[in-house]
């Protein structure tokens, strides 16, 4: 029995040698190694990318020629496109410049059909500090220090109801007169508000003499420099000695820029003043028979308009 049991021993041992020889034959035989052939891609793929690329430089270059010449508005305001400074008043580039804006002014569509509107007879037109005495004008802000090619460049054209309960007024803002470059100063928009609701208010006081008492202003927008704007006012009420009007600067596609109410009182002494000088700074309106003149002293009615707003 012990050689039979011997023998079976053996015969396990060799027949798990074979297996492990075969197992380990096998893992180190050689494999065959499969070499894949790429798939072969077409023109037009291989071509993508350079299109992709001329196609991005060109959209590029479209957006930046378009950005130069219309900018957008924020760009516009953070990076404004620099001006040369405002030429002398007394040069003939001044003298061209004013004349030049001045026919903008009498051209511009709101004011030629606010002229025509149904109710133009019940409106005047006035062109306040036009006639300004110098030995005044000299020391006056807004006719004086204000006045000038790139600033305040024509006398501001007003049209008021005959009952001064509502004016528009149109300015010209020029380059000069900016805070940030290319946004005209906060503080020059108030002053223009001070004068054109002072003049609604003064007009409508027993004395015609006024002096602001407070003034509230709400800015809306930046005012950009280089354009006309229109300032409207409005009559809200009066009591006694006290005037309190309202409003707003807008730019000519009507987007509201500023808006203020005031309060104006008329001083105890006001019957001891002269306010001649104050009624003649702001533009009396004109008698019947005076024709308006523009800001170089031509004749409006050479334009075919007449006091009362008609065309001929």
């Known amino acids: 029995m012990s050689n039979i049991a011997t023998k079976c021993v053996h015969l396990r041992i060799a027949q798990s040698s074979r297996c492990a020889g075969a197992r380990y034959l096998s893992s180190n035989a050689p494999r065959r190694q499969q070499t894949e052939q790429p798939f072969p891609l077409p023109r037009s793929s291989k071509r993508r990318p350079f299109a992709t690329i001329a196609l991005a430089s060109i959209l590029a270059l479209g957006a930046y020629t ?9 760009l516009s305001v953070l990076f404004p496109r620099p001006a040369p400074p405002p030429p002398n008043s007394d040069s003939p580039e001044s003298r061209t ?33 036009q006639n300004f005495p110098e030995e005044r004008r000299v020391n006056n802000l807004s006719a004086g220090a204000l006045r000038g090619p790139g600033k305040l460049a024509l006398p501001p054209l007003v049209r008021s109801r005959k009952d001064e309960s509502e004016s528009i007024i149109v300015v010209h803002l020029g380059r000069g007169l900016c805070g940030h470059d290319g946004i005209v100063h906060g503080g020059l928009l108030a002053t223009l508000l001070d004068e054109s609701l002072g ?6 006081l027993p004395e015609k003499v006024g002096v602001t008492a407070k003034l509230a202003l709400n800015y809306k927008a930046p005012t950009r420099a280089d354009q006309f704007v229109i300032i409207r006012t409005s009559l809200i009420e009066t009591k006694g000695r006290k005037a309190i009007v309202k409003g707003h600067v807008e730019d000519l596609n009507g987007t509201l820029l500023v808006e203020a ?13 002269n306010s001649a000088h104050l009624r003649q700074a702001m533009g009396e ?12 002293g031509e004749n409006v009615s050479k334009l075919g308009v007449h006091i009362d707003g008609k065309k001929e």
């Open 97 to 129: 410049y004013t004349e030049n804006l001045e026919t903008q002014l009498q051209n511009l569509p709101f004011l030629q059909e606010h002229r025509s509107k149904e109710d133009a007879n019940e409106w005047y037109e006035a062109r306040p500090y």
């Open 285 to 296: 309106p004109p008698k019947s028979d005076e024709p308006l003149h523009l800001a170089d």
């Open 199 to 204: 003049r609604m208010a003064i007009n409508n």
């Open 261 to 273: 109410t005031a309060t104006f009182v008329q001083p105890r002494y006001a019957k001891l003043l």
């Open 66 to 74: 378009l950005g130069s010449i219309y900018p957008p508005t924020p």
